[in-house]
């Protein structure tokens, strides 16, 4: 999944470089990624059900990685915004099965004592696994960005075919040893229905919401660089390296420590507000290079970084046997925030890319507000 990480990054840094050659507006640039999030949203429960219900993981990480590549090629040599949406779509559906089955394996594979652990190693590798495809990806896109999708589609193709021949496969579990039935397709829907009202249905609206602000930010901060600081490829590349190298550090170090002394629901109330004080400061500041403003940028990477695994643990432990399908739910929450996100982040864009940090900051603080005061987490 270091690999994936890499690999399914690669086409972030040079996107802006896609969006300004076929002169396209910053809506679209919103658009194009809402449209894969759609795809993610709809498909991320179906394939974990449907590794839950073939009892394989592996299966649904190999094939879907190949037909990213595919889709990646073609997305990286659309000439119009119709071509691009089609293959935004079909990148959603095939990255989403990689992804939600991923943390499936992990949950396989760990019980509720050493899973924040694991998870957040998991978090810490991926997460600079994304920071050096964004520096690969505008390395080899700086002189012309086909260059960087070609690579990236030989690269997710021959990782399917790592996956094939030397993954094994994990130690997929139902509780009392029943599988779904043959129409939990159409499951899903009373399935979700289920949850809602339990601790799990909260988890999954700070997934959502948290969601939201990640991509508001991240999309934000993509274009404030290319738009705002003038940055190209490469040196966007430099900065996603430089902040992957800090949430590494994070989730390597501190949270699995802070988690062990304060357990993951406080430590991820801890880190939830922490985050949006940070980002809140960072977006009303204005000397973008003055030490406290870097101090401020540290500390708010080094606990962004970290909620992502606290809550994929809290959501993991409350997926019992059917770890396939918990988390594709959990991976469909976090596709409807990221949809929500880049739309309204790519609305706001040409106004001014601080307005979409702004509003992530009061929503990170949400989040926290709603573990803080939500009963059922409390008796869960």
Known sequence: MFFMS????????????????????SFMYGLMFAAMST???????IWG???????????????????????????????SPTMIIIFRVLGGVFSSSVFTIAIAYIVDETDSINRNKYIAYYTA???FGMSLGYLTGGFIGANDYHYAFVFQAI??????????????????????DNKPTKHFIFNLKDDFKKYMPTSLGTLLIVVLLTSFSSTAYST????????????????IGYYM???????????????????????????LKYVLIATGITLLV???????????????????????????????????????????????????????GMVAGSLFSGALLDIHPKLSFLTAAIIFSMSYLIIKVSKKLRES
Request: positive net charge; glycine residues 8%; charged residues 15%.
């Open 6 to 25: 890499v690999l399914a990054n690669m086409g972030h840094p040079v996107t802006p470089e896609l969006v300004v050659s076929l002169k396209m507006t």
């Open 39 to 45: 795809a993610s949203f709809l498909m991320s429960p």
């Open 49 to 79: 059900s449907l590794s839950d219900k073939y009892r394989t993981r592996k299966l649904f990480m190999y094939l879907p990685a190949a037909g990213y590549g595919l889709a990646q090629l073609g997305f990286g040599f659309s000439t």
């Open 125 to 127: 590798i991926t997460g």
């Open 155 to 176: 690269g997710l193709i021959l990782h399917a075919v790592i996956i094939r021949f030397f993954l094994p496969e994990s130690d997929v579990k139902f509780e009392n």
């Open 220 to 235: 934000g901060i993509n274009y404030f660089l290319k738009k705002y600081l003038f940055l190209n490829p490469l040196q």
């Open 241 to 267: 390296a430089v902040t992957g190298i800090i949430g590494m550090i994070a989730n390597v170090y501190f949270t699995p420590r802070v988690s062990q002394k304060y357990g993951d629901k406080k430590s």
């Open 282 to 336: 960072l977006s009303v500041m204005d000397n973008l290079y003055s030490p406290t403003t870097l101090l401020v940028f540290f500390v708010f990477i080094l606990v962004y970084s970290m909620f992502n695994p606290l809550l994929q643990t809290l959501v993991a432990n409350h997926s019992k046997n059917e770890h396939g399908k918990i988390m594709g739910f959990q991976n469909s929450a976090n596709s409807f």
